[in-house]
C-alpha cells in the first residue's frame, strides 16, 4: 500500500463554501478525504506577504554625498573659498555623510539578521508542524485504508467528505470513481441505506439496517449503522459497514449442527420412548418379549452415550491445540492399545485384524488420547465397512519426513465423490445404514479435526467393492 499523498483529479460535482471540492482532496491508501477549507481559501493563506526584511542599497546612497559634494563646490564658489578651503569643506562634508550612512547601514544590516533569524524560527515550526500532521494523516488513512470495516463520512448536506476502500466494496461502488463531493443518495441506489441517513441526520438516534448489497454476480449481506458525530461542528454522519458474510455462514453452520444433533438424538430417543411403552404392555403378559424390548431399550440408550460421547470429542477436537498434550511417543504402543478393544469384534465378524510392526520404532508428536482416538476411530469404520471374511491391516511407514499410519480394509470402499464429504459431520455415504451400524457420523470428522490439531493431515485413497486405506501423516517426534 502506498501512503503517498496525492491530489484526485476534478469532478464536475457541486462546491459550496462549506462543501467539500475535489479539486483539493486528498487519497492515500485507498483512503479519500475532502479537506475542510476551500481551494480558494488555501491559496489566500498561503499567499500573505511574508515582511521585508532584506538589506537593498538604495539610490540616495550614491545620489545623496553627490549632491552634498555638488552643493559644497557649489556654496564654495559662491563664496569665493580658494580651492585648499573647498577641499576641506567637501572632504569634511563627505565624511560626515559617510559616517552617518555607515551606522545607518550597520543599524539596518542587524534588523535585517534579526528579522531573518525569527523568519527562519518560524518557517521551521511550521515545518515541523506539517511533517507531524502529515505523519498522523498517513497513520490514520493507513488504518482506515487497513479496516475490513467501510467507513464514510458524510457533510451535514449527505455529500461524501470521507471514504474509505473497504466501503467502495461493501457498496459495490467502483474504485476507480469520484465520489467526493457527491450526495450518497446519488451514489448508493440502496433505499434501506438513503433512509438511515435521512433519519439519522434529522434525529440524534443511531439508525442500524441489514442489506443485501448485489455486487455483479455476488450478493453480500452487509450491516449498516449511521451515528451523528456532534464533535464536527456542524455535526456530520458516520456509516459504518460491515460485511455479514462470514457471520451469516457461521450461523448456517451453527443452525444445521442443532438440527443435525437434533435429529441424531431424536432417533434413539424415539426408539426408546416405543420400546419402552411395548415393555408396558408386554410386562405382564409376555416377559421373554419385555426382556427383549429391555435389551433394545439398553442398545439405544448405548448409542445415546456413544453420540454424547462423541460430540464431546468432536468439541475437543476442534478448540485445536490447547487442550492437547503434544509430546514424544510411540505410535505402534498406541495402536496395539486400540487393537486388544477391537479383536473381539473383529473376531465375531470373522474379520482378520493385524497390525504389521515397522522396522524401526515409530516415534511421533502427537497427544496420547488424540492418537488413540484417531486410531480406534479408523480402525472401528474399517470393520463396520468390511463383510464377514475380509481384512482390515494397519502399518507404519516414513514419509515426508514424519510418519504415516495406514488403515487399510478391502470391504465396501467410498466413491470418488463422497470421499472429501465424508469428513463433514454426520455425513454418511449410506444414509440408510446409520440405525443399525453404529456409527455416530461424526467419527471421520474428529479424525480430521484431531489430526489437524496435531499439525498433520489425513486422506483416503479409496474404490467402491475394493476397499479403504486411510492414511494419517504425522510429525516426527526428533522435529522438535
Ligand atoms: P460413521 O460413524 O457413520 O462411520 P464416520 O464419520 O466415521 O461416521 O464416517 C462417515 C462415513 O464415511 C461413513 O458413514 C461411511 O459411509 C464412510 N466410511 C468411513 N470409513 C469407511 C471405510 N473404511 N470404508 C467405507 N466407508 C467408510
Not at 178 to 199: F, H, N, T, W
Request: glycine residues 8%; aromatic residues 4%; proline residues 4%.
Amino acid at each position: 500500500m502506498s501512503n503517498t499523498l496525492s491530489s484526485e483529479p476534478s469532478h464536475q460535482g457541486s462546491s459550496t463554501p462549506q462543501s467539500p471540492n475535489s479539486h483539493d482532496s486528498v487519497s492515500a491508501g485507498g483512503v479519500s478525504i475532502a479537506p475542510p477549507i476551500s481551494g480558494a481559501a488555501a491559496k489566500a493563506i498561503s499567499a500573505r506577504p511574508i515582511e521585508y526584511a532584506a538589506f537593498r542599497p538604495r539610490i540616495g546612497m550614491i545620489v545623496g554625498p553627490l549632491a552634498s559634494i555638488c552643493i559644497a563646490v557649489w556654496v564654495a564658489t559662491m563664496l569665493s573659498v580658494q580651492v585648499t578651503g573647498l577641499l576641506v569643506v567637501t572632504t569634511a562634508m563627505c565624511f560626515l555623510i559617510g559616517t552617518v550612512l555607515v551606522i545607518y547601514t550597520v543599524l539596518r544590516w542587524e534588523n535585517a539578521e534579526s528579522a531573518y533569524e525569527r523568519e527562519r524560527t518560524a518557517a521551521e515550526l511550521w515545518n515541523l508542524r506539517y511533517e507531524n500532521l502529515r505523519s498522523e494523516f498517513q497513520r490514520t488513512t493507513s488504518a482506515l485504508s487497513h479496516m475490513t470495516d467501510g467507513v464514510v463520512m458524510l457533510s451535514p448536506k449527505t455529500e461524501i467528505v470521507l471514504i474509505n476502500e473497504a466501503a467502495r466494496r461493501l457498496l459495490a461502488l467502483t474504485s476507480g470513481g469520484q465520489y467526493l463531493g457527491r450526495k450518497i443518495s446519488e451514489m448508493v441506489r440502496i433505499p434501506e441505506i438513503v433512509g438511515a441517513v435521512d433519519r439519522a441526520g434529522k434525529g440524534n438516534i443511531d439508525e442500524n439496517v441489514a442489506v443485501e448489497v448485489v455486487d455483479g454476480a455476488v450478493v453480500r449481506p452487509v450491516a449498516v449503522r449511521v451515528n451523528r458525530i456532534l464533535e464536527t461542528e456542524p455535526p456530520h454522519l458516520l456509516i459504518v459497514l460491515s460485511d455479514e458474510t462470514e457471520a451469516q455462514r457461521v450461523e448456517a453452520i451453527r443452525r444445521e449442527f442443532i438440527a443435525n444433533v437434533s435429529h441424531e438424538l431424536k432417533t434413539p430417543l424415539a426408539a426408546i420412548k416405543g420400546y419402552a411403552e411395548t415393555v408396558e404392555l408386554a410386562i405382564q403378559d409376555d416377559p421373554e418379549s419385555a426382556a427383549h424390548f429391555i435389551a433394545q431399550i439398553g442398545k439405544q440408550c448405548d448409542r445415546l452415550e456413544d453420540l454424547i460421547a462423541d460430540m464431546m470429542k468432536l468439541a475437543r477436537a476442534q478448540s485445536g491445540k490447547g487442550t492437547l498434550l503434544i509430546q514424544s511417543l510411540d505410535l505402534e504402543k498406541v495402536i496395539h492399545h486400540a487393537m486388544t478393544s477391537f479383536l473381539p469384534v473383529a473376531g465375531a465378524k470373522q474379520i482378520d485384524l493385524k497390525v504389521i510392526p515397522s522396522e524401526k520404532p515409530v516415534h511421533v508428536l502427537a497427544d496420547e488420547e488424540a492418537a488413540l482416538t484417531i486410531t480406534q476411530n479408523l480402525i472401528s469404520n474399517a470393520i463396520r465397512h468390511t463383510n464377514a471374511g475380509g481384512h482390515v491391516t494397519v502399518t507404519c511407514r516414513r514419509e515426508d519426513g514424519g510418519w504415516v499410519m495406514s488403515v487399510k480394509d478391502d470391504g465396501v470402499g467410498i466413491a470418488e465423490e463422497y470421499q472429501e464429504r465424508i469428513f463433514e459431520r454426520f455425513y454418511r455415504v449410506d444414509r440408510t445404514r446409520k440405525a443399525h451400524d453404529g456409527g455416530t457420523g461424526i467419527g471421520l470428522s474428529i479424525v480430521k479435526n484431531l489430526t489437524r490439531a496435531l499439525g498433520g493431515r489425513v486422506g483416503v485413497i479409496s474404490s467402491p467393492g475394493k476397499g479403504s486405506n486411510f492414511e494419517v501423516w504425522l510429525r516426527p517426534a526428533n522435529s522438535q
